[in-house]
């Protein structure tokens, strides 16, 4: 099976998004998550990411379809979305035909909004959570869903770093939560 991941950066009071857009701009925190999302283990393949569909309509349409990595929006309506791009209906759907297909896909990643992160945690998909904790309370309109941290132990990997990250008056740290077995 394909491991299944999220990545999502995190306000104190749980903020992720507001008017349509990120709170902050932090230009080395989206470095970490392009790499992230587009690094793998095995030359020959990618990763694909599944996003909403009002996180695909966020991205300025220079950074879309996202580069090296199989784009997989979700949408209640299949047509007018972008001919780069798969729909899936639910999360659910999308990640069984990766997981029931799609050979030359090696990770996939859940990359947000709040509906896309609460049905993947819902439902208990995803191996690892890579969560940028923001160590400030910012206004926000969208917010990343409750779950059970119990489910999850804190772990480190090579190549993430482990202090604390200063960019643009803001501090943040790289977090990585692994599912417990
Ligand atoms: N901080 C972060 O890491 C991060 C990451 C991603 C996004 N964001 C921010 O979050 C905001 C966008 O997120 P959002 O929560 O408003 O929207 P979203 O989850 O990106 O998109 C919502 C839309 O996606 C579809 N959808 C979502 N979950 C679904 C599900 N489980 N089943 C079926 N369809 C589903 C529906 O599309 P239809 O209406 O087309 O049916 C829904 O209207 C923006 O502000 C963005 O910048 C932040």
Redesign the pocket.
């Known amino acids: 099976m394909k491991p299944i991941n999220l990545i999502?950066?995190?306000s104190e009071n749980n903020g992720?998004?507001?008017k349509?857009?990120?709170p902050w701009k932090l230009k080395k925190e989206t470095e970490y998550y392009i790499r992230m999302t587009t690094q793998t283990k095995n030359t020959n393949k990618m990763n694909a990411v599944i996003?909403?569909?009002?996180?695909w309509d966020?991205v300025p349409s220079k950074y879309k379809p996202f580069s090296n990595r199989l784009n997989i929006v979700?949408?209640?309506?299949e047509k007018n979305i972008d001919e780069r791009v798969l729909i899936f209906?639910?999360?659910s759907e999308a990640v069984d035909a990766l997981q029931n297909g799609f050979p030359n896909i090696e990770t996939i990643w859940i990359?947000?909004?709040?509906?896309?992160y609460k049905?993947a945690l819902d439902k208990k998909l995803c191996d690892k959570l890579y969560i940028t904790k923001i160590k400030k309370k910012i206004e926000c309109d969208?917010f990343f869903p409750h779950y059970n941290e119990n489910d999850f132990s804190l772990i480190e990997e090579p190549g993430v770093p482990t202090d604390i990250q200063k960019e643009n008056g803001l501090c943040y740290e790289f977090k990585i939560f692994q599912k417990k077995h």
Do not use: C, D, Y
């Open positions: 999502a950066a995190v992720i998004g507001i349509g857009n990120l996003m909403g569909r009002k996180t966020s979700i949408s209640q309506n209906k639910n999360v990359i947000g909004g709040h509906g896309i049905e969208t």
